[in-house]
């Protein structure tokens, strides 16, 4: 009964337990910085809140699908726009699908951007046994879809990876079809269900909150996909903040599967809410 | 208990009901001749398979996914390699989504060979309102992807035509992504369903079927794909005959939602079957 008379107070969840919140994980695209050819540019205000989330002390880690290029080559755009961050705080897809493809000894056939693939040199791909795809962007030609396709078709239980599942992305201020799309199309020509990689997966979340020491009720994503950020992180136990930045859609605020915790301008706003209800 | 009886001596439920067969569909790619690059060629048997069945009297229809080319351009096809056919008994899709667009008064955006564009010519492709995919093969690029992609994400209620939902085809031997797996990229970008127009699609067949003024259960399908073939006939009441050649591979024969009603090595064997039986 009391609950019922708090949420009757029209206090949200998220507003509720913001003391419990320990650590704090942020998405890059879309939430730091806007993604366009040539670099982009920090999204107003974000450089400032990292900062002062640090000055709070709140530990922070970034959480990211992003796979057109290395983890470092990540982390020194970011600083170029002016952000603080080191590599080890940052989490991608390619550390986290090396490390599984180790473990089972797995061979790859890669169809990512060229830029990421330096980081997967420590990996054997000779006579691969199983078929990683990321955000390859122009190199999803049909040519290059096909020869995942034919290794994929030619085994008798295919192992697909898929670097995050994302729909889309904004770059340019234009949608462009992220790699979820593509791995769709190889799930429905070869009968196979992908293991995804990234965000929304458990497993990719609690290595970061591991990092941080930190469990999911004690922790906050920021991000702008409300599915993979925002639901992923709320289906992990985490709260989860919807940004009105990167490609936030207006649509996204009555969405049918996924309520966010709380619905900000950008990270800026979601920081002012953090460190308000500390 | 006489049917029960029947079906204890072996007889399978093609072979008991084949005299009551009134008209034939054949699909063409992988069933009268083998795809490659520069035309083709005839699958050995079928050439002289087609003129037994209009010798017996039976009515034949080419009943086919293909949009690589125009419905002109099939027909000549198929008479170079030594088949008598005209363009009024060959069913693609690309005329069929065509009359259903004016029918609607919708106007597409089109991600189609360019082989196959002039059968478009009739349509109003101005202003958009729906986006058609066709086998684009080597125009399913990033960019030819994104622009379908944009137009749908940007309607209220997007409306999507797959010309066909074949999964993969053989062409020079070897196994390539068909329109059905490009189709689902854009279904799971934008969260919306294909109409489907060509195989399986009842509608689709239905057509063929009035055109012999023949009825579903007095017709068979013969065709190499196991589930937009032989599983679409059967769903539409027809028989569904399997041929060993195209895209056929050996565990089609134990497919967990299609049983066909004949499995046999070509379509000379199909017809040998259908002319026995009669």
Known sequence: MATSTQCSEGFSPFIKNVTNIKGVLLDITGVLYNSAQGGGHAIEGSVE?????????????FCTNETQCTT???????????????????FPPIPAV??????RALRPHILAHPASLSDFSEIDQTNPNCVVVGDAADMFTYHNLNKAFRILISMETPVLFSLGQGKFYREDDELSLDVGAFVKALEYACDVQAEVVGKPSKTFFNTALQDMNVSPENAVMVGDDILNDVGGAQKCGMYG????TGKFRPQDEHHPQVTPDAVVDNLAAAVDLLLTHR
Chains 1, 2 share one sequence.
């Open 98 to 103: 090396c490390s599984l493809m180790k473990a």
């Open 49 to 61: 809140a990292v900062k002062r989330l640090r000055k709070a002390g709140l530990p922070v880690r």
């Open 241 to 244: 903040i919807q940004v009105r």
């Open 72 to 90: 470092k080559a990540i982390v020194e755009k970011l600083q170029r726009l002016g952000f603080e961050l080191t590599e080890s705080e940052v």
